[in-house]
């Protein structure tokens, strides 16, 4: 069963038709990414909606930019207020959100799924990443994986994976 068949089977959410293609490349060339080939299968087979689900489809922009900026803008406030610093930006020296920011606009940008739960762009397969600040935790395998273990709609599978997405991965360590 697909990750959008495993969602709709639950009836814990109201699904609505799924986002076409055009919809799709749309949203893509709207705020500069590309969905993971397996994100966009799960959109295009049906559009979870509802409280902590993305309105992809919704005339309320600033809320999706919200959503795509939230990782960065978290780690940004972790910099800021709680002296985080990621090693691979470097000593921390100068205006360091700056140099923060700058490190942060190379990694590969995270799309929101739920919540604080997300997938990276174009990296097909991922494992999904609960981010909150800079406390980034795997929270699932797959999409599948992640509906199991987060919304118990079956079995989770019984497997250690590892992000691979450069940056956000050093974080889920």
């Known amino acids: 069963m697909t990750a959008a068949e495993l969602l709709a089977a639950s009836g814990r959410f109201t699904i609505a038709p799924g986002l076409s293609d055009r919809e799709l490349g749309d949203l893509e060339a709207e705020f500069g990414f590309t969905f993971a080939p397996d994100h966009r299968a799960f959109l295009a087979a049906g559009l979870p909606t509802g409280i902590g689900w993305p309105d992809w489809r919704g005339g309320d922009r600033s809320a999706l930019r919200a959503a795509l900026t939230a990782p960065v803008e978290g780690v940004l406030f972790d910099v800021a207020e709680n002296d985080f610093w990621y090693d691979g930006w470097g000593a921390p020296f100068g205006d360091r959100i700056a140099t923060a920011r700058a490190g942060l606009m190379i990694a590969p940008r995270m799309i929101p799924l739920y919540a ?44 250690r994976v590892r992000p691979t997405v450069p940056f956000w991965s050093v974080l889920a360590s």
Do not use: K, M, T
């Open 116 to 159: 604080h739960r997300y997938l990276p762009a174009a990296i097909p397969g991922h494992p999904v990443l609960s981010i909150y600040q800079s406390d980034v935790l795997c929270y699932g395998a797959d999409l599948s994986d992640w509906l199991n273990r987060e919304f118990g709609l079956g079995e989770p599978a019984n497997r």
